[in-house]
């Protein structure tokens, strides 16, 4: 069973920046045939894709972060990154990491929390202004 551990989470200033990273385990086939995404959701707020990377190393982002926000993943060490610059008070989230088994190429629901099939407990990020 795959399990997932965010951390890097924390309160940080508008402006600011944080690097959250997950470490994940269990896993059934190689890393690098998981796809990777990061999600967040805001107090009554539904749930949003934030970042993705699949296993090509293609990245897609929310239209909100782009700019701002980098995904990246170590192969080697099982984990997935999400790099947050200029932080703003929207960005205030439990912030969450998801795998899931994907193609090559697999890319369109990188964002889609319905397409993922492991998840994180999820790590806090306030933003404060």
């Known amino acids: 069973q795959v399990q997932l551990v965010e951390s890097g989470g924390g309160s940080v200033q508008a402006g600011g920046s944080l690097r959250l990273s997950c470490a994940g385990s269990g896993y059934t086939y190689s890393y690098r045939t998981y796809c990777m995404s990061w999600f967040r959701q805001a107090q009554g707020k539904e749930r949003e894709g934030v970042a993705g990377i699949n296993s090509s190393g293609s990245t897609r982002y929310a239209d909100s972060v782009k700019g701002r926000f980098t995904i990246s993943r170590d192969n080697a060490k099982n984990m997935v990154f999400l790099e947050m610059n200029s932080l703003k008070p929207d960005d205030t989230a439990m912030y969450y990491c998801?795998?899931?088994?994907?193609?090559?190429?697999?890319?369109?629901?990188?964002?889609?929390?319905?397409?993922?099939?492991?998840w994180g407990k999820g790590t806090q990020v306030t933003v404060s202004s």
């Open positions: 998801a795998a899931r088994v994907c193609v090559v190429g697999w890319y369109d629901d990188l964002l889609n929390d319905h397409a993922m099939g492991y």
